[in-house]
C-alpha cells in the first residue's frame, strides 16, 4: 500500500477501533487455484500479541482453510469511511483553479500467518463472543443460548475456526491532510451538506486532521 506519511495512521488502539467499528474483512490468501479473497467479519483481541488477534470462522465447506499453506501470509483488510472529494469545495479552486478531485478513506491492513482451529469449545466460545459484541447495541440482545442446544451443536459441524495473531498493523488515513487549513474546512462544509453516513464520519476525521 502507497502510504506517504502524512496519512500514516500508526496508533494501535485507532486501527483496533476501526475494526471493532467495521470487523468485515476482506481476508487474502493463497490457495491451490491462486490468490483469492474471502469476505468474513473477524473479532480482535487487543490482548493477544504485540498488535492484538484477530478470530473468526468460515463455513467448513469453504475450501481455502485446507488448501491455504500453513506458512504462507494473509492479509486483512478494514474499510472505514470514504467519500468523493469535490475540487469545488477547495478555497484555492476560486483563487487559481489548479485543483483536481481525489478520494478520501480510512483502511488498515493486518498481516499475519492463518491457524485453523476445528474444536467445537473453541467454536463455541467465538461465537458467543462475536455475537455479544454485535448485540449489545440492542435493546433486547440476542444470546447464543437463545438458540436450542441441539441445533447450536449441529451448526458448530458446519463452520471451523480460524485466527490470526497480527505481525504488522498499518493504517492510512486519507483525509485531506495534504490540503490548507482553507480546504478542510472547504471539505467539511461539503461532505456535511452532502450528507450520508461516511461522508459526514469523513468530515470528522478531516476536521480532526486525520486523526480519531
Given at each position: 500500500m502507497y ?11 485507532v486501527?483496533?477501533?476501526?475494526i471493532?467499528s467495521?470487523?468485515l474483512?476482506?481476508?487474502?490468501t493463497l490457495t491451490t487455484?491462486?490468490?483469492?479473497a474471502?469476505h468474513i467479519?473477524l473479532?480482535?483481541?487487543s ?5 492484538g ?5 468460515v463455513?467448513?465447506a469453504n475450501?481455502?482453510w485446507?488448501e491455504h499453506p ?7 483488510i478494514?474499510?472505514?469511511?470514504d ?5 469545488s ?5 476560486k ?5 483536481v478531485?481525489?478520494?478520501n478513506?480510512?483502511v488498515?491492513?493486518?498481516?499475519s500467518?492463518?491457524r485453523v482451529i476445528?474444536?467445537?469449545a473453541?467454536l463455541?466460545r467465538h461465537?458467543a463472543?462475536?455475537?455479544?459484541a454485535h448485540?449489545?447495541?440492542?435493546s433486547e440482545?440476542?444470546?447464543?443460548t437463545?438458540?436450542?442446544h441441539?441445533?447450536?451443536?449441529r451448526?458448530?459441524?458446519a463452520?471451523v475456526g480460524?485466527?490470526?495473531?497480527i ?13 490548507s487549513?482553507e ?15 461516511s ?7 478531516v476536521q480532526?486532521?486525520?486523526a480519531q
Open positions: 502510504l506517504p506519511s502524512h496519512f500514516e495512521q500508526a496508533r494501535v488502539d486501527l483496533h477501533s476501526l471493532r467495521r470487523p474483512a476482506t481476508l487474502i487455484d491462486g490468490v483469492e474471502h467479519p473479532l480482535i483481541d490482548g493477544v500479541g504485540e498488535f488477534t484477530l478470530r473468526g470462522h463455513a467448513r475450501r481455502f485446507q500453513a506458512d504462507a501470509p494473509v492479509l486483512a478494514f474499510h472505514g469511511p467519500s468523493y472529494i469535490s475540487p469545495w477547495y478555497a484555492s479552486k483563487v487559481h483553479g489548479k485543483v478531485p481525489t478520494w478513506y480510512a488498515v491492513h493486518a498481516r500467518s492463518l476445528d474444536d467445537p473453541w463455541l461465537l463472543a462475536l455475537s455479544d448485540e449489545a447495541a440492542f440482545p440476542w444470546a447464543l437463545d438458540a436450542p441441539e441445533f447450536t451443536e451448526m458448530l459441524t463452520i480460524i485466527e490470526l495473531t505481525t504488522a498493523l498499518t493504517g492510512k488515513w486519507k483525509a485531506s491532510q495534504n490540503q487549513e480546504n478542510r474546512a472547504g471539505v467539511v462544509a461539503g461532505l456535511r451538506k452532502r450528507g450520508g453516513e461522508a459526514c464520519a469523513m468530515a470528522r476525521l480532526m486532521g486525520g
